[in-house]
């Protein structure tokens, strides 16, 4: 079955199912056209003051026909609950998945076996999965390090790194893709750049805004929540990493994880993006409260380009680091 994601699941079990995943996100956002899937999505119903993002998957999983639509409705969105609801009411199968609040591990391994008996997911293939999903998280972290070595680009590290989401459907195609990428970034010259910049928040539903950073001589060497994507745990066996990974549960634990990346990265500034109509927009202040270097909070609602007076501060804010 072609199974649509709204964010990061297990996706062990998923493919032990013999299911292919589909981040709904990505397919949105790297669409020719990803506004024609948030209009369709308000031509359906949905308001206009709702989140592009949600309206994007809305609409990409009713355009792409997926089977059934796995949606994290603890520890993720608080509209995924009324997205699946208005998915169920066009007819898409849909499968509730909760990360605990507590970052209960019993819990978590409930709702994983729920989500094995759902997927009717092979225990015996499971093995041979987390084995072939942990090689290519790996070639994930070794991108990561290089984009702190000034070899990849934050663009790069955003785009290997977002889609350890569902690994493109196809583990071994992203691991061939990985490797690939890496012997090319590994004998190039490194990045020319002014300044070290931390991207933390949702990914962003601007286009062009890793490319107008570099253009400005800054370099992104963290992205936080695509490298959470990429559970970077080393130590932790599959179930621990999805306890350790930060972006489900509090912002206490984001914070001490940018806190931890700026200080090894040698991080100067960080921009926080932030989406309209998004409930995470209120932790905006205690993020900002609790980092001790500059952050530039930055709003996008549609997808598209960045307008002239976001330019403008992103620009400002360059040279204020300078
Ligand atoms: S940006 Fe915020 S509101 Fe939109 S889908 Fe993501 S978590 Fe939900």
């Not at 079955?1 to 709204?6: E, F, P």
């Not at 949606?71 to 199968?93: A, I, Q």
């Not at 691991?175 to 590994?186: D, P, Q």
Request: glycine share 4%; hydrophobic share 35%; proline share 5%.
């Amino acid at each position: 079955m072609k199974i649509g994601l709204t964010t990061t699941v297990p996706l062990e079990p998923i493919f032990a199912g013999n299911h292919v995943p589909k981040d709904l996100n990505n397919i949105f956002i790297t669409s020719t056209d990803p506004e024609k899937y948030v209009v369709n999505a308000e031509i359906d119903g949905f308001p206009y003051n709702t989140c592009s993002w949600i309206k994007g998957l809305y609409s990409v999983a009713i355009k792409e026909k997926m089977d059934a639509v796995i949606g994290v409705v603890r520890g993720d969105c608080s509209n995924t609950e009324s997205l699946l609801d208005f998915l169920d009411f066009k007819n898409v199968k849909v499968i509730p998945f909760s990360y605990p609040y507590d970052k209960n591990v019993s819990k978590l391994e409930d709702e994983i076996n729920n989500l094995m008996q759902t997927l009717k997911s092979d225990k015996y293939e499971l093995k041979r999965i987390i084995d072939q999903v942990d090689e290519a998280r790996k070639l994930a972290w070794e991108i990561d390090y290089l984009t702190v070595k000034d070899k990849v680009t934050g663009l790069e590290n955003h785009y290997y790194l977002v889609n350890t989401s569902d690994f493109l459907g196809n583990v071994k195609n992203y691991v061939n893709s990985a490797k690939e990428f890496l012997s090319i970034a590994k004998n190039r010259e490194k990045i020319d750049y002014t300044l070290r910049l931390g991207y933390i928040g949702v990914p962003p539903i601007f286009t062009d805004l890793y490319n107008f950073l570099s253009e400005n001589g800054a370099h992104v060497v963290f992205n936080e929540v695509q490298r959470q994507f990429s559970m970077p745990f080393p130590e932790s066996d599959w179930i621990e990493k999805y306890i350790k990974y930060t972006y489900p549960y509090t912002v206490k634990d984001r914070i001490s994880d940018i806190k931890n990346e700026i200080k090894k990265r040698k991080i100067e500034g960080i921009i926080h993006y932030v989406q309209s109509f998004c409930h995470r927009q209120i932790l905006d202040y205690v993020i900002k409260d609790s980092i001790d270097i500059p952050v530039l909070t930055i709003e996008g609602n549609r997808p598209g380009p960045l307008d002239e007076r976001t330019k403008i501060r992103i620009e400002s804010f360059i040279d204020m680091l300078l």
